[in-house]
Structure formats: C-alpha cells, structure tokens
C-alpha cells in the first residue's frame, strides 16, 4: 500500500506540473523568429550576396579559355565551294586568355552597390523582425486577456454555486420565495454558459498563436504576464525603418556614379596559342600564338546617359515624397499613442477606484443573503455591476498592453 500510495503521489504531481507549466511572451516570439521562412530567406540572399562582390573582382582577372573548329570542305569533280575562301580544311586548337584592364573607380563603385544591396537585406531582415514581433505579441496579449477573463469567471461560477447551496436550503425554509430562488438559478447557468464560451474562445486564440509562431504543441497552458514597458524612442533618423530611406539615397548617388563610369574608355588585352592550320602546306608547322590590345569608346549613344539621369532625378523625388510622408506618419502615430495610453490609464485607475466599491457591495450582500436580509434580486444587481466592472478593467488593461505593444513596433 505505500508502494502504491508512492507511485500515485509521483503521478500526480507530474500532472500538476504539467498543467500548471507556463510560458512568457519571449517564448513565443523566440520561436517564432526561429521558425520564420521569411527570416531564414533574408540570413540566406545575404550569405548569397556576399559571393557577388567575388563574383565581380574574378570578372577582372585573367578570362582563360580553349576553343577549337576543325571543318573540310571537299570539292568533287570540280563541284564544291571556293578554297579561296575555305582552303579546303580548317583546323585549330587555341587556348585563348582574355583580360580587362580594371577601372578602380568601376569596381568602387560596383562594389559599393552590392554593399548597398546588402544593407537593405539587413534592414529589411531586422524590419520584418518588428513586424513579427508585433504580431505575436498582439496574439499573446489578445490570448492573455482571455486567459484572465476564464479566471475571473470561473471564480465568480465557483461563488455562485457556493451561494446556490445555501440559498436551495433558505427556499426550501421558505425563506426566500421559489421565484427568487430560480432567478439566481439562471444567472448561475449564465455564469457557467459564459465560462464555456470563454473556454472555447481562449484554446482557439492559443491555437492561433501556436499556429503564428510555427509551435506544433495542443496542450493547455498557462500565459505569464506580458509586462510590456513604454520604450524610449529611438530618434527618427535612428529608426530601421527610416534607414531604408538612406540606403535608398545612398543607392541613388552611386548608380548615377555608375551610368557616368559606364561611358569612360573600357580596354581588354587578349592572347591566344595553338594550332591552327588548313593542312594546304606544312601542316606541322602551323603552331603559333597571336596577342593584342581592343578598346571600346563610346561617343554616341542617342543621348541614353542622360535619359538615365533623369530618371534617377524622379526617384530621388519619390523617395523623397516617401521619406516626409513616413515622418509626418511616424509624429502623428506616436502622438496618438501616447494620448490614448495617458487616457487608458487614467480610466483603469478610475474602474479600479469603483470596483473596490462594487466588490465591497457583492461581499455584504453575499452575508445577508445568508441570512435572509437582502433580496436575491438585488445580490444579483450587484453581482452584475461587478462583473461589468471587472471585465471592464481587463479589456482596459488588455487595451494598454496593446497601445505599448504598438508603440514598442516603432522603438528599433
């Protein structure tokens, strides 16, 4: 028997602690950002792109290549075509070396654009991070609010029926009339109904953010508190979302540097050694090499240099539209934020300074309902001004957790 008494005790309270396991928010957003493709896609172009400015400088190196045409051209009876033009055989075995003469200030430049391409992925990379951070604490806090909204109603349930007991046996002592006694039956079954929902309602949004953060796992947890704090802002111009905005008058500046080096002088040298012969006299001696120096000069293109100038000017001109209209966006967001957090506050202060007095009210009237000297419908009343209080503080308090969860988006 204490073997057994053992070995269910160790049972249960592996079952406690499963049940009773909880996980904060950074759990949530930790996976989520381990699991995320999008994330994965941008680590992935960077790592890629660092193999173009290789790329690029093995394009200036020696150009090492082997090439060979081999043909016969008979002619029959006097019919075929003239061996003044395909000397009757040709044939060559050539290795060919081919070098562009590096224009340092092109490669700057060229190098320079992937540099910039570059630090758009990691801006891109750490905004998308902010995005996904936002979402799942939107979902957290959404699943929070549930959970604490299930507790609280379950507590009510549990006084409920605790005071159904005593009040059956005051009916049935004719204290209370028959009529009352169902009244508070039904707000009981109210009470039980609006648990459920609530249930239901809370094991879809953890469904939800399980499903968000890539968490394969259908067990009931319990969420800790988000305690999100109201971040000091960043300046503007310190802002990853405003960094896009410089990379992309940055990335402006250079390509019209590059459409400017496009037209500068481009000069190749080239060599090649081999065999190449007709086999029309002395085949065996037909190995040699040949080397030489080709230039390419523009100077005239109908005018596309500044064509493409121009249309650098436009951008610069969008992004600039883009850049104000961001700023004005971001000032006024963040105002608004911050008015709507002064006032959420102030009005849980003010609830919570009521629901003390609610609270006090349901307490003494659930003492006289013990003995008879309240009516039920007024304990009902009060219950209900309560419950009405009560969960206006939770949706307040869930409320303000999503205003700093907005205003955290930004803080990076």
């Known amino acids: 028997m204490l073997k057994r008494f053992f070995v269910i005790s160790f049972f249960s309270f592996i079952i406690a602690n499963c049940q009773a396991q909880t996980r904060p928010l950074n759990y949530y ?18 790592l890629s792109s660092q193999y173009d400015s290789l790329l690029l400088l093995a394009a200036y190196k020696p150009q090492v290549t082997g090439n060979s045409f081999n043909s016969y051209a008979p002619v029959i009876h006097g019919y075929g075509y003239d061996e003044a033009i395909t000397n009757g055989a040709n044939f060559s075995a050539l290795i060919g070396v081919n070098k562009q003469l ?3 200030k092109l490669v700057s430049a060229q190098v320079e654009s992937i540099r910039l391409q570059n630090q758009k992925l990691s801006n891109n990379y750490k905004i998308t991070e902010q995005d996904l951070q936002r979402t799942i604490a939107t979902q957290y806090i959404t699943t929070y609010g549930g959970q604490q909204q299930l507790k609280f109603n379950r507590e009510v349930q549990q006084l409920l029926s605790n005071e159904e007991a005593i009040l059956k046996k005051l009916t049935q002592q004719n204290v209370y009339k028959q009529a009352d006694y169902l009244a508070f ?16 309602q809370l094991d879809n949004d953890l469904a939800t953010l399980n499903y968000l953060t890539g968490i394969i796992d259908t067990a009931s947890v319990e969420l800790e508190d988000p305690d999100l704090k109201s971040p000091v802002l960043p300046q503007i111009n ?31 040298l080239f060599a090649d050694a081999g065999y190449n012969s007709s ?17 390419t000069i523009p100077l005239y293109d109908g005018k596309q240099r500044k064509l493409q100038e121009n249309k650098i000017v436009i951008a610069e001109r969008t992004r600039q539209n883009y850049k104000s209209f961001f700023t004005d966006q971001y000032t006024q967001q963040i105002a608004q934020f911050t008015r709507q957090l002064r006032a959420t506050e102030e009005l849980i202060n003010d609830i919570n300074n009521q629901l003390k007095y609610s609270k006090s009210l349901v307490e003494v009237n659930g003492r006289l ?12 009343l009060s219950l209900n001004n309560y419950l009405a209080a009560k969960n206006l503080v939770t949706q307040n308090m869930i409320s303000r957790l999503q205003i700093i969860n907005q205003v955290n988006y930004w803080n990076r």
Do not use: C, W
């Not at 996976?31 to 493709?37: C, F, G, I, K």
């Not at 039956?185 to 609530?198: A, G, S």
């Open 29 to 46: 957003v930790d996976s989520a950002l381990r699991n995320s493709p999008l994330l994965k896609d941008y680590q992935l172009q960077v």
């Open 102 to 104: 590096m224009n340092h």
């Open 185 to 200: 039956l039904v707000t009981l079954q109210q009470q039980q109904l609006l648990v459920k929902q609530i249930s239901i």
């Open 238 to 268: 310190n802002s990853v979302f405003f960094q896009q905005y410089s990379i992309d008058s940055m990335n402006l500046v250079n390509s019209k540097l590059l459409v400017g080096l496009a037209y500068k002088p481009k000069i190749n």
């Open 279 to 295: 086999l029309a006299y002395k085949a065996y001696k037909n190995f040699g090499t040949s080397f030489g120096i080709s230039a």
């Open 369 to 380: 309902l013990q003995t008879g000297e309240v009516r039920i419908a007024d304990y009902i």
